[in-house]
Each structure stands twice: as structure tokens, then as C-alpha cells.
């Protein structure tokens, strides 16, 4: 069964620092999400992005906070410049909307902040 | 924030018995409902959905009830397993304002004693 892949999965970084966490989403899917999860509160939305940019955000997807789809398999979340806040699990969704609304979340990334 | 709530942040149920899990919602414009369930480490997993249009939607042992006039749905596990403990997650979207942004609960800890 196709699911949706993150990597990598656990990233240790200093304060200030630039990441990026990338995600494999289904293959025929269109739409592509990301939500972070910071430790012991709920999922929260930071993103949508359908035909090569930004359909919806969030109050929390800020100037330090991009999304790109490099080339036709990969969806990447780069977060510019670190907080210490931003330690969070980050997941990616994909979805095709015509087939029904359900999102197939990625494994997570675990982004620690230092 | 709290447009979708789970009150309860965790349930202990027997093995064999049902297992009800709740969750309500303060957005009159959510018209479409899913339950995740996730495991420690892992992402979310789409479990069952439901439409505002319908009441009941089953899928095996698993069952959503939706109340649209008390803002409120429910799952119900029946028979509930060992296998069946984890997180559970309610989440709504609005299909009608084009929001594909899932909005997530809390979450209730489910543990099936054997």
C-alpha cells in the first residue's frame, strides 16, 4: 500500500540554524499538507500547498517558514532560522480531494531545537 | 483556539468491551469529520469519516455517530482489542468554505485491558 515517507526522522539543531525536512507524498496525490505537533498538545495546521504553491496557512507559518516542491516526488518544509519553540514532531499529508477529503500523514519528524 | 474538543484525555476499557470515545466541535461551518488514531513514534492513521449530511457512518468494528444539532460525534469500538490502544483524534474540516486544513482535538489515550 502506498504511504507517505519523512525524512529524516529525528534532527538535532542549534538555535538560528536553517532546517529542512522533507517528505515523499503518494504518488498520484495533489494536495500536500504540513502540520507540527508540539510535545504533549494537538496537531496544528501550518500549511497547504496545491499546484506548486500556497493554497492556505496558518498564523504559526511565518516569514521564517517555507514550503517547495523541488521536483515532481518531494515536498520540503524549511524553516530559516530555528527557535527554540520550533521543537516540535513535524508531519507531512497528502490527499487527493476527488477520490475523498481523508489526509495519509507521513511518520513524523522529530525536530529538536537546541 | 478550541473549535474541536476531547474532553477526555484518556479512557481505560476492557478487552471484548466497547470502547466510546467523544469529541465536540464549535464551528457550525465544519461539515466533514475524521478519527485518527497514532501510535507512539508513528504518524497519524485515518480511521473512519463522516459527512455532515449523514448521522452513522460503520466501518467494521468501528462506528461514528454524528449529532449535528449538539455539535458532537462519537466513535465506538466494538468488540474493543488490545491492539486497538493508542491516541485517538477527532478532526473536522469546512468541505463547503474549500478549508482542507484539518482542525484537530486534544486527543483521548485509549488502553484496552485484557
Known amino acids: 500500500e502506498p504511504e507517505v515517507t519523512q525524512t529524516p526522522s529525528h534532527q538535532v539543531t542549534q538555535m538560528g540554524q536553517e532546517v529542512i525536512l522533507r517528505c515523499v507524498p503518494i504518488?498520484?496525490?495533489?494536495?500536500f499538507y504540513w502540520y507540527r505537533q508540539i510535545l504533549g498538545q494537538k496537531v496544528e495546521f501550518l500549511v497547504s500547498?496545491?499546484?506548486?504553491?500556497?493554497?492556505?496557512k496558518s498564523e504559526i507559518f511565518d516569514d521564517q517558514f517555507s514550503v517547495e516542491r523541488p521536483d515532481g516526488s518531494n515536498f520540503t518544509l524549511k524553516i530559516r532560522s530555528t527557535k527554540l519553540e520550533d521543537s516540535a514532531m513535524y508531519f507531512c499529508?497528502?490527499?487527493?480531494?476527488?477520490?475523498?477529503?481523508?489526509?495519509?500523514f507521513g511518520p513524523g519528524t522529530r525536530l529538536t531545537v537546541t | 483556539d478550541q473549535q474541536v474538543k476531547q474532553n477526555s484525555p484518556s479512557l481505560s476499557v476492557q478487552e471484548g468491551r466497547i470502547s466510546i470515545l467523544n469529541c465536540d466541535y464549535t464551528?457550525?461551518?465544519?461539515?466533514?469529520f475524521l478519527w485518527y488514531k497514532k501510535y507512539p513514534a508513528e504518524g497519524p492513521t485515518f480511521l473512519i469519516s463522516?459527512?455532515?449530511?449523514?448521522d452513522k457512518n460503520e466501518d467494521g468494528r468501528f462506528t461514528v455517530f454524528l449529532n449535528k444539532s449538539a455539535k458532537h460525534l462519537s466513535l465506538h469500538i466494538v468488540p474493543s482489542q488490545p491492539g486497538d490502544s493508542a491516541v485517538y483524534f477527532c478532526?473536522?474540516?469546512?468541505?463547503?468554505?474549500?478549508?482542507?486544513?484539518?482542525?484537530f482535538g486534544q486527543g483521548t489515550r485509549l488502553t484496552i485491558n485484557p
Open positions: 499529508a497528502s490527499i487527493t480531494p476527488a477520490a475523498s477529503y481523508e489526509q495519509y
Open positions: 504518488s498520484n496525490h495533489l494536495y
Open positions: 500547498f496545491y499546484n506548486n504553491e500556497i493554497s492556505e
Open positions: 464551528n457550525s461551518m465544519f461539515d466533514y
Open positions: 463522516i459527512s455532515s449530511i449523514k
Open positions: 478532526a473536522a474540516l469546512s468541505v463547503i468554505q474549500g478549508a482542507q486544513k484539518l482542525v
